[in-house]
């Protein structure tokens, strides 16, 4: 079987009959390069698109802390999201500045309740948590005064950075649900909080489960 694989090795390097030995061997060694790199990439490596003057100019995910993402929300990650922003900028032209957005009082607090992710991912996946956007979307529907700010929060786990873009992520996730839903994406802003506002601050699972949140606030005109 070895001697097979090293024969059809030798017949495919002798076969550029149109090409000179140099070329057939510098094509030899680009495969080589392209080989190892995705050897590498499975193990983690990563490849700069440009040449570093310093080690401090390295920025990658190598930290201690960092989780990577699944393969399914990688080829997801923004699959959902690329939605304009809103035309309108807070606090200028009739549009509520993004301080004056409150917690929906008692009475709404059934239909603005908070939802839910799994660690590292920004898609919903529970029932429940779909069943709530479809609710807050028909109230936005029925109510074309109010606005909503969306909040997306994190665990404590990872770094800030990589935690403030996850954060976005989930935000604008649910952002973009409730559009589908045929709520005005003009009347939706999004901000990501990261893993700086905790409503659970012990370490463990249970606490993490209770932080990897997206949260409502409204303004009604």
Request: charged share 25%; proline share 5%; net charge neutral.
């Amino acid at each position: 079987m070895k001697r097979s694989a090293i024969l059809a090795a030798i017949l495919l390097l002798s076969a550029g009959c149109m090409r000179n030995s140099s070329q057939t061997w510098e094509d030899v060694k680009t495969a080589g390069r392209y080989m190892q790199r995705g050897v590498d990439t499975l193990w983690g490596k990563d490849y700069e698109s440009r040449m570093l003057t310093s080690d401090e100019e390295f920025i990658g995910p190598y930290d201690e802390d960092f989780i990577p993402l699944r393969d399914s929300d990688i080829r997801n990650s923004f699959a959902d999201t690329a939605l304009p922003q809103p035309k309108g900028i807070p606090g200028a032209n009739g549009i509520p500045a993004l301080d004056q957005f409150y917690a929906p009082p008692n009475a709404l607090k059934s239909i603005f309740s908070t939802v839910h992710f799994e660690t590292d991912e920004h898609i919903l996946r529970e029932k429940a948590d779909l069943a709530s956007i479809s609710q807050i979307a028909a109230y936005l529907k029925k109510n074309p005064k109010v606005y909503l700010f969306i909040s997306g929060h994190t665990d404590e786990r990872a770094s800030a950075s990589y935690n403030m873009a996850l954060g976005m992520r989930r935000a604008n996730y649910v952002r973009s649900l409730l559009v589908k839903n045929g709520v005005d994406l003009n009347r939706i802003y999004t901000v990501s909080r990261g893993k700086e506002e905790p409503v659970a601050f012990g370490h463990d699972h249970a606490d993490w489960s209770q932080n990897r949140r997206a949260e409502f606030k409204i303004f009604e005109k």
